[in-house]
């Protein structure tokens, strides 16, 4: 039997896995009524509680808004018949399905890790756990260069003790490797809930494979696709994915290079970066990369082409997988948002994933911050929050599988970065304080990766909206387990009414606040 007092301990023991499980509120930090970051330190940090939703019939709504809601979540009645529609009718049609969900994540480069590591251990352990855990945003992404990349604090790669080592008997990773990055990975890996996919991609190489002979600077690789040269630079991207391994650290997918002609036409001379044109990045996959993929224990690991801009699009595929035997090797196609405002997405990404729909394309690197005449740090802005939202709905809707982030965190400065090339990051670290920030990029970026998990389907959602006459941006998905999800962007200045119509259960009636983000999500079945 139970005694009373045993009644007692036992309640107050539930109540504590209760509360410890409740989401935990913002720590504001204003600038001004519509700047604000949540702050966190060694002892507080906002949370989310994990995703529970009522029975069918009811949703749940989680609003980010620049008022100052932060993923609050809250709940309302599906009514069974139209009665009034309120604002925009939205059909939700799961019957209609597009492409499948990979995720969403961020950057460990050399700069977010040492920035991570600058904060106490309880600090590095509530930073990584509101990106990973179930109590955070659940990315289920992590893209990793391959040696430095502009945002470490020096030029380097594995190779750089010898010159013209082709059997790569001088490879070693770097401290920068065995010291930050895979130490943080083992963490990030026991913070997790989501099964992790990472990505790695090359900024440069061993500077004796490069015409400049340095490891900094815009540079050929030495040669033709075929030769000694670039099968070194195969052989040496397969050595990296060897000594992972044996740290027990496994890719998803290898991109063969980072922005391999975006730097042609930019002034930062020091930036490390192998220059490819379409067809030489096409032979060499032919010839080299390909093939020694093929030939490893990596050979599961899925090859990305391109990883520039897509303003490339569709020529770019058109050089690469226009070739029956390049396109044998590959699997998805990287795509970076810097000249998005370019070129619409119609005619670059629709136009690609009708061409070649076995393909993924994966967006695998944004910031703000980057245009060399704006400040890079700027806590607490809004707009840059909805850039990141706005931008992700519109290349979700355009054939786009998921949406990798750049740096995980940067300092107050936006760095560090050895080419003078620092941007803004969801979130700034200041180790002086012991303390960091979350930006509203960090809470938009969550609307999408907590709710909507790897494997999910984007589907029909409708209306008779002219081009942007509804004013709301949208996207709808159905998640593995069944569960509808509909993402609202209102990103002008008045409330904004609509209603989603499901026809296995109802009308979904709400109102999208001025400049808010909202994630709503129903039970289709019991």
């Known amino acids: 039997m139970w005694t009373r007092d045993a009644l007692g301990v036992l309640f107050l023991i539930l109540q504590g896995m209760v509360e410890a499980r409740a989401s935990r ?30 029975d069918v019939g009811n949703f749940v709504k989680y609003t980010t808004s620049r008022d100052g809601q932060r993923l609050e979540r809250s709940q309302g009645q599906i009514d069974a018949r139209p009665g009034t529609s309120a604002g925009m009718l939205y059909a939700y049609d799961p019957s209609t399905q597009y492409q499948y969900i990979k995720g ?39 893209r990793f260069p391959i040696g430095c990349s502009d945002f470490s604090t020096r030029p380097y790669s594995y190779d750089d003790r010898c010159v013209d080592d082709f059997e790569l008997k001088c490879f070693e990773l770097a401290p920068e490797d065995t010291k930050l990055r895979i130490p943080l990975l083992h963490r990030i890996m ?11 991609s090359p900024w440069t190489s061993p500077g004796w494979l490069r015409v ?46 980072n922005e391999p002609i975006l730097f042609l036409f930019l002034t930062l001379e020091d930036f490390p970066v192998n220059i490819f044109l379409p067809q030489h990045q096409r032979d060499f996959i032919i010839e080299d990369l390909g093939p020694a993929l093929a030939a490893s224990r990596h050979s599961d690991v899925h090859l990305i082409i391109l990883d520039d801009q897509r303003s490339s699009l569709p020529y770019w595929a058109n050089q690469v ?64 929050g909805t850039r990141y939202s706005r931008n992700i709905l519109t290349n979700l809707n355009h054939f786009v599988t998921g949406w990798i982030d750049w740096n995980l965190a940067l300092d107050m400065e936006g760095g560090p970065n050895w080419v003078d090339n620092p941007v803004d990051s969801p979130i700034i670290v200041n180790p002086l304080k012991d303390e960091f920030y979350k930006q509203p990029m960090f809470y938009h970026l969550g609307h999408f990766s907590k709710f909507i998990p790897e494997g999910s389907m984007r589907v029909g959602f409708t209306s008779r909206c002219l081009f942007d006459s509804c004013h709301l941006k949208t996207s709808a998905f159905l998640r593995p387990d069944g569960i509808g999800v509909v993402v609202v962007l209102n990103d002008w200045f008045f409330d904004i009414p609509f209603t989603i119509s499901d026809d ?17 999500l129903w039970r289709r079945h019991p």
């Not at 702050?39 to 939703?53: F, G, H, K, Q």
């Not at 050595?239 to 740290?247: S, T, V």
């Not at 997988?321 to 405002?341: E, K, M, P, Q, R």
């Open 25 to 54: 509120p913002c720590s504001p930090k204003f600038f001004n009524s519509n700047t604000m970051v949540c702050v966190c330190n060694a002892t507080y940090c906002d949370t989310v509680e994990p995703v529970s939703l009522p």
């Open 104 to 142: 969403f994540g961020g950057s460990l480069t050399d700069s977010a890790a040492i920035n991570i590591l600058n904060l106490s251990y309880a600090a590095q352990n509530q930073l990584l756990q509101s990106y990973f855990s179930e109590e955070g945003l659940e990315y289920n992404l992590i």
């Open 190 to 200: 026991a913070h997790a809930e989501r099964p992790l996919s990472l990505v790695c």
């Open 504 to 520: 296995l259960v109802g009308y979904l009636k709400d109102q999208a606040g001025a400049y808010s983000i909202q994630t709503y």
């Open 321 to 384: 997988l226009g070739n029956s035997t390049a396109a044998a090797f590959v699997s998805g196609i990287g795509i970076h948002w810097y000249l998005d405002f370019v070129i619409p997405p119609g005619p670059t990404l629709d136009v690609t994933h009708r061409l070649y729909p076995d393909f993924f394309l994966l967006y695998t690197e944004a910031c703000n911050g980057f245009l060399p005449s704006i400040v890079k740090v700027v806590l607490g802005n809004w707009e840059r």
């Open 212 to 257: 400049n002979n340095k490891v900094q600077g815009k540079s050929r690789i030495k040669g033709e696709p075929g030769d000694r040269y670039h099968k070194t630079l195969a052989n040496y991207f397969i050595r990296f994915l060897d000594e992972y391994a044996k740290n027990n650290i496994t890719f998803w997918a290898l991109s063969s290079q």
